[in-house]
């Protein structure tokens, strides 16, 4: 089992960067695929990015790719969330999840249900 732990939201205007992170506890994290995902108010939570457990490939949702990086350092057991030209539209509770499930393809990683277990949630807000 393995909990999560995210930091780095924050209020920003938009144009900036901010960078999350996502502190896992355990000693198995690099048997973790890991994602990142966001709620914005009054909508369903949405997948954002994820990682494979060795960090060799990253996928993206089309709204933030070419904006957001996905990153990871498995000797400090966490996962980041670079996020560059931010929009107010980015405004969201921001999620990270673990999986030890084995993903065929790439649509899995994208699926919450692939996921079995999830950080707090933080907070950004993105003002225009």
């Known amino acids: 089992q393995v909990q999560l732990v995210e930091s780095g939201g924050g209020l920003v205007q938009a144009g900036v960067s901010l960078r999350l992170s996502c502190a896992a506890s355990?000693?198995?994290?690099?048997?973790?695929?890991m994602g990142w995902f966001r709620q914005a108010p009054e909508a369903g939570r949405e997948f954002v990015a994820a990682?494979?457990?060795?960090?060799?490939?990253?996928y993206y949702t089309d709204a933030v790719k070419g904006r957001f990086t996905i990153s990871r350092d498995n000797a400090k057991n966490t996962v980041y969330l670079q996020m560059n030209s931010l929009k107010p539209e980015d405004t969201a509770v921001y999620y990270c999840a673990a999986s030890q499930r084995i993903c065929v393809g790439t649509g899995c990683y994208s699926t919450q249900a692939q996921y079995a277990y999830w950080g707090q949630g933080t907070q950004v807000t993105v003002s225009s």
């Open positions: 990682i494979n457990r060795s960090g060799g490939s990253t």
């Open positions: 355990g000693r198995t994290f690099n048997q973790y695929a």
